[in-house]
């Protein structure tokens, strides 16, 4: 890419996730026991992104940090929710789709990590790098 920095559109990410949650929870039938984790991976989900976004508009590097934090800690926890629910599940085309977005939680959970990992390695004057 001519010397140019690959660069990912980590908000547009968390964003196609959460919405790729809601239209795999949409479109699917649960049981009683089951919408318990389909609301908790629904809210899960939503935060990974919205505080992605207040991270990317945080107003100090704690601040940067902490929502970081928040929301590499509910991707993990939508990995759980999506394995509960594909441990529940019969049909073969779901249990795919909740594999699937298992996956990209688990991928979103470990970029998570790795900013939050970088950005506690940088001396207290660095500026985190925004929409990574």
Same mark, same amino acid.
């Given at each position: /890419?001519?010397?140019?920095?690959? =660069?990912?559109?980590?908000?547009? =990410?968390?964003?196609?996730?959460?919405? +790729? !949650? =809601?239209?795999? /929870?949409?479109?699917?039938?649960?049981? =009683?026991?089951?919408?318990?984790?389909?609301?908790?991976?629904?809210?899960? $989900?939503? $935060?990974?992104?919205?505080?992605?976004?207040?991270?990317?508009?945080?107003?100090?590097?704690?601040?940067? !940090?902490? &929502?970081? &934090?928040?929301?590499?800690?509910?991707?993990?926890?939508?990995?759980?929710?999506? %394995?509960?629910? +594909?441990?529940?599940?019969?049909?073969?085309?779901?249990?795919?789709?909740? @594999?699937?977005?298992?996956?990209?939680?688990?991928?979103?959970? %470990?970029?998570? +990590?790795? !900013?939050? %990992?970088?950005?506690?390695?940088?001396?207290? @004057?660095? @500026?985190?790098?925004?929409?990574?």
């Amino acid at each position: /890419m001519d010397g140019e920095e690959t =660069r990912y559109d980590l908000e547009g =990410r968390t964003f196609k996730f959460a919405l +790729a !949650i =809601r239209a795999c /929870m949409s479109k699917s039938t649960w049981t =009683r026991e089951q919408w318990s984790d389909v609301d908790q991976l629904l809210r899960s $989900s939503g $935060s990974v992104a919205a505080n992605y976004i207040e991270a990317n508009n945080a107003v100090s590097k704690p601040d940067f !940090i902490f &929502r970081v &934090r928040v929301s590499k800690k509910e991707a993990s926890e939508c990995r759980l929710w999506l %394995r509960l629910l +594909a441990e529940t599940t019969t049909g073969a085309t779901l249990k795919q789709n909740l @594999h699937d977005l298992h996956k990209e939680a688990d991928e979103l959970a %470990r970029i998570l +990590a790795t !900013i939050l %990992r970088n950005s506690l390695k940088q001396s207290p @004057h660095d @500026h985190p790098v925004s929409n990574q």
